[in-house]
């Protein structure tokens, strides 16, 4: 019986981790080719999609305990979500997304493998695999870094189109790609700073879990102050994504500060962002 439910276990994790791929592979699809400026008004909009589905996902397990610490992993996601429209526009969507994936994998694996952070070591059955594996996600993640890739320096005329006709409104819109502060690097720089972005995002996306983990591992232990922590991984999902949008609405707060409340507001951005996570439940299936 248990090693049919071990098979169960496997089974389902590969499946959720297949469907994990594709969602988390196509997240960004629909706001590729719409003009997002420097990425602050749009992660605003993608974090606010996220904690709204994270809040339905919470009502539907009846509220389950709300861990604090859980939000400091949304914190550190949120850090890395802010490069995602940088790395765009310097490198591309297809080369970001296999940079900070492949970092993403290999923080997840060390973190998880070596007990980083306070986490119990993760025994494997079969260690020298595992770290063939782990060998061949480092080479593949360097020759990546070498992966040459071409950015257009503008977008057409059908995606800068806007969609308010008032003239005030249309300069801040239009001028916004034309002003944004990547355009002003060389191609080399530009993708130095992507492929630097790209590492940073895919490590902060790395340890993003850990702390729910940690509260996890050290559920088990009667003399911790998170004994009798629940195991199920959707009972963390609300106070994460609450980090997520905490942490991006102070990060959105900070920028209108900084560009004396004049943001880059690009309305034609919200339908599509707000589709790209609230139709994505990638992180679900985690």
């Keep these: 019986m248990e090693h049919n439910n071990n098979g169960t276990d496997v089974t389902t994790g590969f499946i959720s981790s297949a ?5 988390f592979g196509s997240n960004f699809v629909p706001v590729k080719k719409i003009d997002t400026g ?3 008004f749009l ?3 993608l974090c606010a999609a996220i904690w709204t589905v994270s ?7 009846h509220c389950p305990k709300f861990w604090p610490l859980a939000m400091l992993g949304g914190c550190v996601w949120a850090t890395g979500n802010i490069t995602v429209v940088p790395i765009v526009k310097t490198i591309g969507l297809g080369l970001g997304l296999l ?3 492949s970092f993403n994998s290999l923080t997840g694996w060390a973190s998880s493998r070596f007990g980083w952070f306070g986490m119990d070591p993760e025994d494997v059955s079969r260690p ?4 063939i594996g782990a060998g061949l996600s480092v080479i593949s993640a360097v020759i990546f870094l070498f992966v040459k890739s071409e950015v257009p320096s503008s977008t ?3 995606d800068t189109t806007p969609l308010l006709t008032e003239r005030a409104i249309n300069c801040t819109q239009t001028d916004g790609l034309d002003c944004l502060w990547t355009n002003n690097l060389s191609q080399l720089q530009n993708r130095i700073l992507g492929c630097v972005l790209a590492v940073t995002s895919g490590i902060l996306y ?3 879990f850990v702390p729910i983990i940690y509260i996890k591992d050290h559920g088990k232990r009667n003399d911790s102050i998170y004994a009798g922590s629940s195991q199920y991984d959707l009972d963390y999902v609300f106070a994460h994504f609450s980090g997520i949008f905490v942490t991006s609405t102070l990060y959105f707060l900070a920028y209108c500060m900084i560009m004396k409340n004049n943001p880059k507001v690009y309305p034609q951005a919200i339908l599509p962002g707000t589709r790209t996570y609230s139709c994505n439940v990638g992180y679900l299936c985690i």
């Design 156 to 158: 057409s005329s059908l």
């Design 206 to 208: 790395g340890c993003s």
């Design 128 to 131: 020298l695999l595992n770290y």
């Design 19 to 23: 469907i994990a791929v594709v969602l």
């Design 99 to 101: 940079i900070w994936g």
């Design 43 to 45: 992660q605003w909009i």
């Design 38 to 40: 420097d990425g602050m």
């Design 55 to 61: 809040l339905v996902v919470n009502l539907l397990l």
